[in-house]
């Protein structure tokens, strides 16, 4: 298998630091609002690679954390007047709702920033014992970027040329810092901020450390791969290596893998050009597993347009492969079991080739575009080469290869029903809060809407029950 490593810029064949093993981290999303559709893009292609190197037989150990503490989540608390945790613990449980759509596997650990300042606390001791990070007077550490000769390594980009990413850096005790490069590690709190007793000042952690703090507890020192957005690579990363190599003095990753950024329309997503759009938005155009074959169907570091054709393209394609699926269970109902024909054994054949084809487009750095074509492929040939007549092992062997190569994908094989207790339970809430607000003219029209579904409502002591008419 071969990886494209950002560090070397090079296709590396993939050598597991230990054998049938993998290790990897992905920098996962800041929880303050329901996650959009660049945030699917790393959560969906990794999930993949997982998936593949599973299929592949290894054993996968993948982390991916919360970032429940930072600038954004504090602000939304703000707006909400309630705790910070609330906002967080709220959107991590929406976030795992859209991955559960996106069919992407949880991790094997999920850890959570504020969960891990313990472990933060001592790294960053660590780094100023040994003379990586210094602490000003208002209590603000810094990592002393010089004291690491190696930074810029993965970004290739010269510490001189870092003059224009330090916006973001500037932060309390900026006056005091001794570089300008210099990036923050532990920061003072403020008025109604959470904070954290610590050696240096109550405050709270910079974002960079939590990556290599987790990172190191749940996978160790080195790991195999770790992954992310391009948006990652500077400063994100570069941070990670500078602290954790500095702790181990060993290298942190072997391969580090990054994926291009989704353009909306071939615009760049952001909100001030009101382009943004949430996973949850789109799961009430589409199964969200459609967004998933959109995202496989282009290579992950080519740049990816998001436009309706597009989507409206990913829909067709499902369709064309559940189509598949149903037509393969169907023939399985009564086909009989006999010898296959010559015919079916050269179509054996032709699978076998096509299942290669799948392995050596996602050997060759995970080209799910090329490796979903050879699943089309299959399509194609289960469509036309099985029919009533057919063996029962042969329609067996397309539904069971499918099947495989659509879980790699992450692809459910069958329809997914929207359960009709989940719909109904939304409208029964939405009255509900129709209610408490005095808008009884809408609370009417849903129990009519629900009628028409065939649902009757007894408002009752308890709340408010329904049964089937
Ligand atoms: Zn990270």
């Not at 299929?55 to 954390?65: A, E, F, H, K, M």
């Amino acid at each position: 298998m071969k990886i494209f490593d950002t560090m070397t810029r090079y296709k590396e064949e993939f050598v597991p630091l230990e054998e049938k093993k993998v290790r990897m981290y992905v920098c996962g999303p800041t929880v303050y609002n329901l996650i959009h559709i660049g945030n699917a893009r790393p959560m969906i292609f990794f999930d993949t690679v997982r998936r593949y190197f599973e299929y592949r037989g290894y054993d996968v150990t993948y982390v991916s954390n919360f970032t429940d503490v930072d600038d954004k989540i504090i602000k939304a608390a703000k707006e909400e007047g309630v705790d910070a945790s609330v906002i967080s613990e709220r959107y991590i449980e929406e976030c795992k709702k859209d991955m559960a759509g996106m069919n992407i596997k949880p991790a094997t650990h999920h850890p959570r920033a504020t969960q891990e300042i313990g472990g933060m606390i001592e790294m960053i001791q660590k780094l100023i014992e040994n003379g990586h990070a210094y602490v000003v007077p208002d209590g603000t550490v810094y990592y002393r970027v010089s004291s690491f000769p190696e930074y810029g390594k993965l970004s290739h980009k010269k510490v001189e040329e870092n003059q224009s990413g330090l916006r973001e850096l500037k932060v309390s005790g900026e006056k005091d810092k001794a570089d300008p490069n210099d990036f923050v590690l532990w920061k003072p709190k403020k008025e109604g901020e959470p904070y954290w007793d610590s050696p240096w000042c109550q405050g709270r952690p910079g974002w960079h450390i939590e990556c290599s703090v987790m990172s190191k507890k749940y996978l160790g020192e080195q790991i195999d791969i770790h992954g992310g957005g391009e948006d990652l690579i500077f400063p994100h990363h570069e941070n990670e290596i500078a602290q954790s190599e500095a702790v181990s003095g060993r290298m942190f990753a072997k391969y580090w893998m990054h994926n291009a950024f989704l353009n909306i329309d071939h615009v760049k997503m952001s909100k001030s050009l009101g382009n943004f759009k949430t996973v949850r938005q789109i799961s009430e155009q589409y199964d969200l597993q459609v967004l998933r074959l959109f995202m496989l169907s282009a290579h992950y570091r080519s740049p990816l347009n998001f436009s309706r054709e597009m989507m409206d393209g990913a829909k067709a394609g499902l369709e064309r492969i559940l189509t598949a699926m149903d037509h393969l269970r169907e023939v399985l109902l009564s086909a009989e079991e006999k010898p296959l024909s010559p015919e079916e054994q050269s179509g054996l054949e032709q699978l076998a080739a096509l299942a290669g084809k799948f392995e050596a487009a996602m050997d060759d750095d995970f080209n799910t575009a090329d490796g979903l074509s050879a699943v089309y492929e299959i399509v194609k040939c289960a469509n036309t080469t099985v029919n009533e007549n057919s063996a029962k092992a042969y329609a067996e062997a397309m539904k069971q290869k499918l099947e495989v190569l659509l879980d790699v994908l992450g692809i459910l094989p069958q329809r997914r029903q929207l359960s009709l207790d989940s719909r109904v339970e939304a409208l029964i809430q939405e009255r509900q809060e129709a209610r408490k607000n005095k808008n009884y003219a809408r609370a009417d029209e849903i129990r009519e809407e629900l009628a028409a579904m065939g649902i009757l409502l007894e408002d009752g002591k308890e709340g408010v029950k329904w049964k089937r008419a």
